[in-house]
């Protein structure tokens, strides 16, 4: 299977809170990261977290860790049109500098 | 953040032909490459890891006579798709990341994500 997995589909009302949730396998992830990646662009960074935390909040986003779980979620508040896009989460293993992604999860807003 | 460009942005050409792709670390000295490639609504697939210097990795099933990569400078490396056939059409994307000093890609060592190249192969 994936060793990364995300849900493919969200839709949520403007104003909302959206949840983007994904899972992984390896033990050995360090970083853990959320792209968005707009229709034909490439990936920015959103967020990053530290294996050994647990929370992360930066703005409108809330990174949660649960490492017991392998299981990390972006909590995105008040979302707005302009957050319509894909999201990936990605982990880095070790001291690898490559990156495993998810297979992005589409989110969509409605007005 | 960093800026990384990739040109060019779009390119259609004939089956047979190779296509060359340039990704461009613009404001730091980019010590590793990495190419991906995206299908439609899918995620990206690591193709291969290149250092400043030395010859790229290829991941597993990647053919690497079919995909060169040249990484001859800090600021510049190339993907060239040789003899492009209709199934090479995809997404590629290009980032670049330092581990010269802490900079701007500090301690986390961030990949700085290009805009990517939409290749077509008639």
């Known amino acids: 299977g994936e060793d990364v997995e995300q849900s493919l589909f969200l839709s949520v009302r403007e104003g909302d809170s959206s949840v983007i949730n994904c899972t992984y396998t390896d033990s050995s992830s360090t970083y853990l990261y959320w792209y968005k990646q707009e229709p034909g662009a490439g990936l920015q960074l959103l967020t990053y977290?530290?294996?050994?935390?647990d929370m992360k909040q930066d703005q409108r986003l809330t990174v949660l860790l649960n490492k017991k779980d392998k299981h990390l979620s972006l909590r995105i508040a008040d979302t707005q049109t302009g957050d319509s896009a894909i999201y990936f989460c990605a982990e880095r293993r070790g001291s690898a500098r490559q990156l495993t992604f998810g297979s992005g999860t589409q989110l969509t807003v409605l007005p | 953040g960093a800026v990384v460009s990739q040109h060019p942005s779009r390119v259609i050409c004939k089956s047979g032909t190779s296509v060359k792709i340039e990704c461009r670390s613009l404001?730091?000295?980019?010590?590793?490459m990495f190419w991906y490639r995206q299908f439609p609504k899918q995620s990206l697939m690591l193709m291969a890891t290149s250092n400043e210097g030395s010859k790229a990795t290829y991941e597993q099933g990647v053919e690497k006579d079919k995909f060169l990569i040249n990484h001859a400078s800090l600021t510049l490396s190339t993907l060239t798709v040789t003899s492009a056939h209709p199934e090479d059409s995809s997404f590629y994307i290009c980032?670049?990341?330092?581990?010269?000093?802490?900079?701007?890609?500090?301690?986390?060592?961030?990949?700085?994500f290009g805009p990517g190249t939409r290749l077509t192969v008639l």
């Open positions: 977290i530290f294996s050994n935390m």
């Open positions: 404001d730091f000295q980019a010590t590793t």
């Open positions: 980032s670049a990341s330092s581990n010269i000093g802490q900079g701007r890609t500090g301690s986390y060592n961030e990949q700085f």
